[in-house]
């Protein structure tokens, strides 16, 4: 099995301390750090851009995890590659243009990814599984932070592993991302994900040391 990893979404920090917040989760072993950003168009949401992402790079050696939730990524992508991000994940709802996207990603020497929202079918991903690093479902409805985990997504995560192994892509991570907390990881890292993102869960409580321990324990497998 695939070691798993963390990846706090800043998106329940604290915005007006935000390079503290970062400090505090690296130093209780954040794998990647979860940028999530939305345009307002692509969802119903505004949160931040690449300026953030060029202003936080210099605060930590975790990788930064760029969620892309925005209309137009092949538009974006290049100003994000530029600020410094080490994955950039886009949603396949998003653009006509996947493929080159994640060309134009891995092409910068950075880890590609494409996101799915809870309805998206995985015969979108199907056929471009050789130009993949990571898979990332969403399980809940991209947008906000702090809503519900979909229970369907299980289903949908041991699917996609499944999919994987059947077509010898089995080093591809899957991330899961939305309602992710010591309640939902036992299921869905059972299912197949490797690489949990989590924002309430962890900035969303004082004492973010036991929060990701919190996420550990609960971790069928050893993190
Ligand atoms: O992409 C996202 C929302 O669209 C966030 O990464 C996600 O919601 C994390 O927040 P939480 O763990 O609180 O659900
Ligand atoms: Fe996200």
Not at 141 to 147: L, T, V
């Amino acid at each position: 099995m695939k070691r798993v990893q963390i990846a706090p979404s800043i998106l329940s920090a604290d915005f007006s301390k935000l390079g503290e917040e970062i400090k505090d989760v690296d130093f209780h072993g954040a794998d990647w750090i979860h940028v999530d950003v939305m345009d307002g168009h692509f969802v119903p949401n505004i949160t931040i851009g690449s300026l953030v992402v060029r202003a936080i790079r210099p605060l930590t050696k975790v990788p930064l995890d760029v969620h892309l939730m925005i209309a137009d990524p092949e538009k974006y992508v290049p100003e994000f590659i530029a600020a410094g991000a080490d994955m950039i994940s886009f949603h396949v709802e998003a653009t006509p243009h996947v493929q080159r996207i994640l060309h134009m990603i891995k092409s910068a020497n950075v880890r590609a990814a494409v996101a799915l929202t809870p309805a998206t079918p995985l015969s979108t991903v199907e056929h471009i599984l050789p130009d993949v690093d990571m898979i990332l479902l969403m399980t809940v409805n991209p947008g906000f932070g702090g809503q519900v985990f979909i229970p369907q997504m299980v289903e949908k995560t041991a699917a996609l592993r499944e999919l994987l192994i059947r077509k010898h892509a089995d080093h591809i991570d899957i991330e899961v991302d939305g309602g992710i907390a010591p309640e939902t990881v036992g299921a869905i890292v059972h299912a197949g994900a490797n690489l949990l993102v989590a924002g309430s869960s962890i900035f969303g409580k004082r004492d973010r040391k036991a929060a990701m321990e919190a996420l550990r324990v609960a971790c069928p497998v050893e993190i």
